[in-house]
């Protein structure tokens, strides 16, 4: 991951990395990595294509920010801080994944288009979105769940996390809803009742 020196702040407190990564998370959310220029991003923030380039390296390196330390880094402490917890329930875990991408409509739209366009495997970010669903099971596997008797944990996330990828489009398609609610709807399905009964 790129560490990049951070510049001065503009006159609304925000510094020109972030202002860059924030614009960065807009635009390939609305065009994608084909569509999103650094020359864009440099117009929208008020600098210099080349004062974009000081603080992220590249357009690829930009990409690589923009997914490992804006989007990943916010759920990816969620997920570890359940390794060492006395009685760790999946639930409550994913309820927290939500109520943060609830939080922040704009990356998920960015997280969802980039998934979609890198199914070309030509495309600088195939590998991440290609390698990433079995990094978050096997970080989520480091974790001693406590669940009902009979449930492979491994396929049980693995189906956890592909609905919550799912529940997120038609939540970007119908933003006026509340995610968590939706999800709450998907956890019922997953998780039933009595069985889940005092396992979420």
């Not at 739209?109 to 990094?135: C, G, V, W």
Request: proline letters at 4%.
């Amino acid at each position: 991951m790129l560490h990049l020196p951070r510049a001065k702040k503009h006159d609304n407190g925000v510094d020109s990395r972030t202002a860059i990564l924030n614009a960065a998370v807009v635009s390939f959310g609305e065009l994608g990595y084909y569509g999103t220029s650094l020359q864009k991003i440099a117009n929208t923030v008020g600098m210099t294509k080349a004062g974009v380039l000081h603080h992220v390296g590249s357009k690829e390196g930009l990409l690589d920010i923009v997914l490992n330390e804006v989007y990943d880094d916010a759920t990816d402490s969620i997920v570890v801080g359940y390794i060492d917890a006395k009685r760790p329930l999946i639930a409550e875990m994913w309820r927290a994944v939500v109520a943060i991408n609830s939080k922040r409509p704009e990356q998920v739209h960015m997280f969802s288009t980039l998934d979609a366009e890198s199914i070309d495997p030509k495309h600088p970010a195939h590998n991440y979105f290609k390698n990433r669903d079995q990094h978050v099971v096997d970080v989520t596997l480091k974790t001693k769940w406590v669940v009902p008797e009979g449930i492979d944990i491994k396929d049980f996330v693995q189906a956890g996390f592909s609905m919550m990828d799912g529940i997120q489009l038609r939540w970007l398609r119908s933003p006026e809803r509340d995610l968590n609610e939706m999800w709450a709807e998907c956890e019922a399905e997953l998780m039933p009742m009595p069985m889940w009964e005092g396992y979420r």
